[in-house]
Every structure is written in C-alpha cells, then in structure tokens.
C-alpha cells in the first residue's frame, strides 16, 4: 500500500511563493508516476501538473504553466510543486497522487485525469491573499 503525505501548504500574499512536498513510501518510487491536482471550494478537482518516473513527460494545466514547477527526488522518495507568483485564484487544498506504471503505458490524457490515479494524499490547503 502507498501513503502519500503533502506537507508545505500555508497562508501567502499574492505575488508569493510556496513549495509544496509530497512523501512517498509503502512501493517501489520509480515505479510510480506522480501527478498534483487542486480543489477549491464549490469546484471540482483539476489537474495542476504531473511528472512521470522516467521524466518524459512533464505537464502542467494551461493555469500554471510558467509559475509552478514540478520535480521528483529519487532517493528521498519525495515529489515537489514549486509555486511562484501566485495568484488568488490559485488558492485550493492541493493533492498529491500517484499511477502506478506496472503493465500500463501512460500518456498525457491518462496523467491529467484523477480518475487514473491509484492513489490520494489528504491534502494540504494552500490560501493566497489578495
């Protein structure tokens, strides 16, 4: 069983940066692409960025792209979402999640949709003040 836990989240003014970190344990890391998503208040969750394990594939939402930055840390088993210039709108708690590549070809569509993903962190809330 994988756990996932977020950690980095917090209150920033707009124009701020924060970095949210996602550890992982209970698999094999490099056996798992890794993806963020967000869901604010009254909105479905959506895809923010997503990372597979052999780093062909980096992929950001049309919102972000240019102001969060997604990495992965092999031997500290950990996924990072490095936000800058953060926009009010940004505000959501955010999710980390993980796909595991074992007998499966993932590709872009299949890393931008939740419903793909195998396993959930609880989140952690990230609020940005205008």
């Known amino acids: 069983q994988v756990q996932l836990v977020e950690s980095g989240g917090g209150l920033v003014q707009a124009g701020g940066s924060l970095r949210l970190s996602c550890a992982f344990s209970g698999r094999t890391f490099s056996t798992y692409n890794m993806g963020w998503f967000r869901q604010a208040p009254g909105k479905e969750r959506e895809f923010v960025a997503a990372i597979t394990w052999s780093l062909d594939i980096i992929d950001y939402a049309d919102s972000v792209r240019g102001r969060f930055t997604i990495s992965r840390d092999g031997p500290k088993n950990t996924v990072y979402l490095q936000m800058s210039t953060l926009k009010p709108e940004d505000t959501a708690v955010y999710y980390c999640?993980?796909?595991?590549?074992?007998?499966?070809?993932?590709?872009?569509?299949?890393?931008?949709?939740?419903?793909?993903?195998?396993?959930w962190g609880q989140g952690t809330q990230v609020t940005v003040s205008s």
């Open positions: 999640a993980a796909i595991s590549t074992l007998g499966r070809t993932v590709g872009r569509g299949t890393l931008r949709s939740a419903t793909s993903y195998d396993y």
